[in-house]
């Protein structure tokens, strides 16, 4: 009897046990279909036939079904209004309450090109400008901002950025967002800085003829009754230099001007480059001031033609000759030559053995106004603008310049220019050069 009765309570014991397995592990299901938004199936017989257990997993299944459409609502919507504003000019931003990403159109992945994929990304991660992330934070709060310019660095570079904010709500409304459109203005910002320097060198640089012709007339208006001859003579031959000296500004002033201008007057003609450059060179051997150096001509026999405005031309070698005469001694040796590169291009250049360029200058001989010697280029009466206008010329005839100098050895000055022309205004399609003379 005894063993009858421990035998019920045993098995009594394995049925409680055996319910409360199913429990636990149709309840770790259940947990488990939350947490990976798919519908609970029922598949224990037992616990279908609850009612408290079926009416949860319906409320459950309807609860992930609901949850399932709204993130598909939500991507959606994500989705079809970045192919919205994908194309558009301006850079869009949106970034939820903790700052991570949610679109970013294509025009800001090029403001930002190391990170190929923004979205997901924490915006700290993206924009390192303390004084941006606070524009943001004070959007997304609601205050009211004017749309504000902004410094980012990115791997040692700088870009600027102008930004307009607007606080919007979350997609599902539990939270605010926020949405900026951002434009890129580090170019304009590069240009403004270029404008700035070009018209403080350019007034420094009339400044000091004008000063010192100022001077001088002052000591000759007060003075000229009691002034010596000689003195007299030296002033006026004083004025008369510096006068000279303001004018070649003025005029490589307005080259530059007309070659920045939307017509700059480039007639293009065939011209054989060989005759071009030996009948160039013939003629600088016989100017007074290139008494005292040698001018060499090396071309290959078959150089050919390019297409090309000769008088431009012209004025690129001769700004490249006048260069070399002027900053380097008597007894210097110049050469000028050219070679086929290839079928499409050819390459020229002018050289001397003279003192050459440090190192550290090469990179901005070609900007306007500049001087590896400052005192010495005034005294030679160079404006700092003649390598400036070779790189503007080139560049028009779709080529390009460069310098090759050791200090102490010499500078060769390359040009490689297209052999045709392709259709349409080459000047219109180039930057402008900030570029200029020694």
């Known amino acids: 009897m005894n063993v009858f009765f421990a035998v019920v309570l045993l098995l009594i014991i394995l049925f409680l046990f055996r319910a409360q397995w199913r429990q636990n592990r149709a309840l770790g299901e259940l947990r488990n279909a ?10 224990d017989a037992a616990s279908e036939n609850l009612p408290a257990w079926r009416e949860l997993t319906d409320a459950v299944n309807r609860l992930i079904t609901d949850n399932a459409e709204l993130r598909h609502q939500r991507s959606g919507q994500l989705t079809q209004l970045e192919a919205t504003l994908g194309n558009l000019r301006e850079a869009v931003l949106i970034v939820d309450e903790a700052n991570y990403i949610h679109l970013a159109n294509r025009a800001l992945r090029e ?10 990304l924490r915006l700290e991660l993206i924009v390192r400008s303390a004084p941006f992330l ?79 012709i100022k001077g001088y007339i002052e000591t000759l208006v007060d003075g000229h009754l009691t002034m010596a001859v000689e003195d007299r003579d ?37 011209v054989d480059l060989a005759q071009f450059i030996g009948q160039l060179a013939d003629d600088y051997r016989h100017r007074p001031h290139a008494s005292g150096h040698s001018i060499s001509v090396k071309l290959p026999a078959d150089l050919g033609t390019i297409n090309a405005d000769q008088e431009k031309l012209t004025q690129v070698f001769s700004n490249l000759l006048e260069n070399a005469l002027k900053y380097t001694p008597k007894g210097t040796q110049l050469e000028m030559g050219g070679r086929a590169v290839d079928e499409q291009d050819v390459e020229c250049f002018v050289s001397d053995n003279g003192p050459g360029i440090p190192s550290v200058d090469l990179p901005q001989i070609f900007e306007r106004f500049y001087r590896v010697e400052k005192g010495r280029s005034r005294e030679t009466g ?10 503007h010329i080139v560049q028009m005839h779709g080529g390009r310049v460069w310098a090759e100098s050791q200090e102490g050895q010499g500078l060769t000055l390359h040009l490689r220019l297209p052999r045709t022309q392709p259709p349409g205004p080459i000047a219109s399609e180039l930057p402008r050069p900030a570029g200029s003379g020694q």
């Open 234 to 270: 030296k002033f006026l031959h004083t004025i008369q230099r510096h006068s000279e000296r303001l004018q070649a500004i003025i005029d490589d002033l307005l080259v530059l001007s007309r070659l920045e201008s939307a017509t700059p007057g480039i007639k293009f003609a065939q």
């Open 134 to 212: 606070e524009y943001v934070r004070e959007t997304r709060a609601g205050q009211p901002l004017p749309r504000q310019e902004f410094e980012i660095m990115d791997r040692q570079k700088s870009h600027w950025i102008e930004a307009s904010g607007a606080p919007i709500p979350s997609p599902d409304g539990k939270s605010q967002w926020a949405l900026f459109v951002i434009h890129d203005i580090t170019n304009q910002r590069n240009l403004e800085r270029v404008r700035r320097d070009f018209v403080a060198n350019a007034s420094h640089e009339l400044r000091t003829p004008l000063s010192i």
């Open 34 to 43: 939350i947490r990976s938004n798919q519908s609970f199936l029922l598949k």
């Open 111 to 120: 403001i930002f090109p190391g990170s190929r994929d923004l979205v997901n």
């Open 382 to 391: 160079g404006t700092g603008l003649g390598l400036s206008i070779v790189k």
